[in-house]
């Protein structure tokens, strides 16, 4: 098991920035890959961002690649999601996942976070 807790969501204008956070629990943090995904009313989740669980390897969607940066602090067993250039269509409720194997399907991942809502406004 691998809990995981996300906070940092809000509310913010186009143009500004927020960073999520995501806590784990348990001693297995530092060997898992994790990601961000997020899902926004009425569409299907999406893959963000995600990280080897070295950190040395990162990943983005086309989406949010040059605005978005995913790092991790293995010694606090957090991973971090930083948003710069907000858009209104990255609205969404963002949930951070663990997995063994590195994979940008979110099916791959094994444990999830309970999300955490970004809304920005026009």
């Known amino acids: 098991q691998v809990p995981l807790v996300e906070s940092g969501g809000g509310l913010v204008q186009a143009g500004g920035s927020l960073r999520l956070s995501c806590a784990a629990s348990?001693?297995?943090?530092?060997?898992?890959?994790m990601g961000w995904f997020r899902q926004a009313p009425g569409k299907e989740r999406e893959f963000v961002a995600r990280?080897?669980?070295?950190?040395?390897?990162?990943y983005y969607a086309d989406s949010v690649k040059g605005r978005f940066t995913i790092s991790r602090d293995n010694a606090k067993n957090t991973v971090y999601l930083q948003m710069n250039s907000l858009r209104p269509e990255d609205t969404a409720v963002y949930y951070c996942?663990?997995?063994?194997?590195?994979?940008?399907?979110?099916?791959?991942?094994?444990?999830w976070g309970q999300g955490t809502q970004v809304t920005v406004s026009s």
């Open positions: 996942a663990a997995a063994t194997r590195l994979s940008s399907y979110d099916s791959q991942y094994d444990y």
């Open positions: 990280i080897s669980w070295s950190g040395i390897s990162t």
């Open positions: 348990g001693r297995t943090f530092s060997s898992k890959h």
